[in-house]
């Protein structure tokens, strides 16, 4: 398969906990994306790394890149029971025409 | 903001029949996209497109075909529906990034459902 793999498939925490959700994929990338889906609906982007940065923030979201293992991990400090979703990664493959292809998705379950 | 629309949030359709499903974004984005989410599955790319009148398969594209004549218009159809088809689509675009398409707006899905 051409998409990564995400772990955990599910995640339940409790509210005030920190979320960290994994992404692996296979072939080299240009930059990796995570994105969220509230249920039924379309995804929203949270964060874009591109492969020559280790790590970004943005608000209580930490993304960290590790091109030599090719896995990214996705934290969510301090959850809220708003953060329930899916989290999908995404990857802009390098070379050729750049697909950009994604994972199976992480669902987390903040209970409040 | 930019908005991508997609014609119809639920189809119902039959076996053999001759989908189309329509998306269009208002951002003036080069890049679009057809994915399909099915439980378990994630996001399988369809077809994908990087300019007017320009297609490239992605990973499923067996039984899609699509046409980009306008820049903001991105169709998918579906020649003869299966129920194996039934899902839910959803359309994205971008504009270009450093390297490649950046960040993806979503529309809001269209959930097809073959009989």
């Known amino acids: 398969s051409q998409q990564g793999e995400e772990d955990p498939q599910a995640l339940s925490i409790q509210e005030g906990e920190n979320a960290t959700m994994n992404c692996s994929y296979k072939?080299?990338?240009?930059?990796l994306q995570w994105y969220r889906q509230n249920s039924g609906r379309g995804l929203v982007h949270l964060i874009l790394?591109?492969?020559?940065?280790r790590e970004k923030h943005s608000g209580r979201l930490r993304v960290t890149l590790d091109t030599s293992k090719k896995s990214s991990s996705l934290l969510i400090t301090a959850s809220r029971a708003a953060d329930t979703a899916s989290y999908f990664c995404?990857?802009?493959?390098?070379?050729?025409?750049?697909?950009?292809?994604f994972g199976t998705g992480t669902k987390l379950q903040v209970i409040p | 903001d930019v908005k991508v629309t997609q014609s119809s949030r639920y189809l119902v359709k039959r076996t053999g029949e001759k989908v189309f499903l329509e998306c269009v974004q208002d951002?003036?984005?080069?890049?679009m996209f057809w994915y399909r989410q099915d439980p378990g599955l994630g996001l399988r790319l369809i077809y994908f497109?990087?300019?007017?009148?320009m297609k490239e398969k992605g990973d499923i594209p067996e039984g899609y075909s699509v046409s980009r004549e306008k820049k903001e218009r991105f169709s998918l159809i579906l020649e003869s529906a299966s129920t194996n088809q039934t899902s839910m689509y959803l359309c994205?675009?971008?504009?270009w990034g450093t390297g490649g398409p950046g960040e993806l707006f979503f529309g809001e899905g269209s959930r097809l459902t073959v009989l």
């Open positions: 995404a990857r802009l493959n390098s070379g050729g025409y750049q697909k950009v292809t």
């Open positions: 994205a675009s971008s504009l």
């Open positions: 497109s990087y300019d007017v009148k």
């Open positions: 951002m003036d984005h080069e890049n």
């Open positions: 072939t080299s990338i240009n930059n």
């Open positions: 790394i591109r492969s020559n940065e």
